[in-house]
């Protein structure tokens, strides 16, 4: 018999228990937030593709808000700098979780994540500059790979009716996390223009008080809403994209529960449980529905391979993320020493590197603030929805081949044969060997 497929020591072994039950958590709702991404996106390209193409334009550009304080939008800006902050409040919450009680509390595990995802992060942005710079383009979009959609892409793994491990998810949900914090600091010191001091002042004063607010353990939701809209606006005027502000309150939240205040969850675990459904079932697809209405004709898509900026998109989506995140992960595993689970193999890496090559939501967000003209955003967009479909047909099969050791994986630490509610992969002892699937490779 082979080692346990499950060794708490190795890369991509058993999580611990409370991580596993954080992470099916996120997981579940991102899934489900990931088919109503999707089906909004199918609703906003056949839309903007029809007759009827005008009301849609029409209606992305309606205006409305306040004047007065410089929050007169469209629909189009509030979904991208409103709704979004909301996606990214949760992505806060999350790197805070991870960063203190997951898989990036300590520099041992944190290791390996973060040295695969700022690898999937350079090599895409390198072959985007690679490929505008050989094609006399633009250099501005180099950001606009660099990140995967979680969403997106667990939506593409329901579809498939996949068994991926546990293990496996949480791999692709933490570089999503870091990649997501890539991104967003991206936007912060690149895409930021017409700054405005006193309005950041503001903003990060409001944060000191949010901050001090967790400190003293004030509760009550009438403290936290009206602060974080404040802090929202502020930033938005203060030149910054708005959704900074977003990740900003997320770590400030605190997301470890105090026992001897006798809370049975955190500020943070309870702000994410109350928003991720609603970031992940209407924020994300609202801004999906008003951001993937582009054209498509044969025309713009030969253009994406005529043209060098969405080449270099397509390129580093499909080939960018995954060299990046395959080898990062190579190197890291091989520098720490990690050892794989050895009921896994590369080649299972390998197809969740490709995986993450769909980059859809923050990638058109980038785009947008990339490329002012409308024309240059659109081809870059159709670029982002072809690369990513083009990443998520290549993944499909190699996950597939797999899903018969999967399944056996997903059996194993899935078993429960006291009906207790707690797998017994979870309550033996390390020393002994789980039940699961042989190291098939």
Not at 5 to 28: I, K
Not at 49 to 71: I, K, Q
Request: glycine share 10%.
């Amino acid at each position: 018999m082979c080692p346990a497929p499950h060794e708490r020591s190795a890369f991509l072994g058993l999580l611990p228990w409370p991580e596993r039950v954080q992470v099916a958590r996120a997981l579940r709702t991102e899934t489900v937030g990931g088919l109503v991404l999707l089906g909004a996106a199918v609703v906003a390209l056949v839309w903007a593709n029809t007759p009827w193409s005008g009301s849609y334009e029409a209606l992305r550009d309606v205006h409305f808000g306040v004047p007065a304080l410089g929050l007169d939008l469209s629909v189009q800006h509030w979904t991208a700098d409103g709704l979004l902050t909301v996606f990214f409040l949760v992505a806060g919450i999350e790197l805070k979780r991870e960063l203190v009680a997951g898989g990036l509390s300590t520099p041992a595990t944190a290791a390996l994540p973060v040295v695969a995802a700022v690898c999937g992060m350079v090599v895409p942005a390198a072959i985007y500059l690679a490929a505008v710079t050989a094609g006399g383009g633009r250099t501005g979009g180099w950001a606009v790979p660099m990140a995967t959609d979680i969403a997106f892409a667990l939506a593409v793994l329901a579809v498939l009716s996949t068994h991926l491990p546990t293990a496996l998810r949480a791999f692709l949900l933490t570089l999503a996390v870091v990649d997501d914090l890539g991104a967003i600091l991206v936007v912060a010191v690149f895409f930021s223009s017409g700054l405005q001091p006193v309005a950041l002042g503001g903003a990060c004063a409001g944060l000191l008080v949010l901050s001090l607010l967790q400190r003293f353990r004030v509760r009550g939701w009438w403290w936290y809403v009206p602060l974080g809209v404040v802090i929202w606006a502020l930033t938005y005027n203060g030149g910054v994209h708005a959704t900074v502000s977003g990740v900003a309150m997320g770590l400030a939240l605190r997301c470890v529960r105090d026992r001897e205040a006798g809370e049975d969850a955190s500020p943070g675990e309870r702000a994410a449980h109350l928003l991720r459904p609603v970031s992940a079932g209407f924020a994300v697809p609202s801004f999906a529905l008003f951001a993937a209405g582009v054209g498509i004709s044969v025309s713009a898509l030969g253009e994406v391979f005529t043209r060098p900026e969405p080449l270099g998109v397509v390129l580093g989506l499909v080939i960018g993320k995954t060299v990046g995140i395959f080898a990062g992960t190579y190197l890291a595993a091989r520098f720490t020493r990690a050892r794989l689970n050895p009921a896994l193999a590369w080649a299972d890496v390998f197809a969740l590197a490709v995986l993450t090559g769909i980059g859809f939501t923050v990638a058109l967000l980038i785009a947008e603030v990339s490329f002012p003209d409308p024309a240059d955003a659109g081809r870059v967009k159709v670029a982002v929805l072809l690369g990513s479909l083009l990443a998520a047909g290549v993944a499909a099969p190699l996950v597939k081949r797999r899903d018969r050791i999967y399944r056996r994986l997903w059996e194993a630490e899935n078993r429960d044969a006291d009906a207790d509610g707690i797998p017994d992969v979870h309550q033996q002892g390390t020393d002994r060997p789980a039940p699961g699937a042989p190291g098939e490779h």
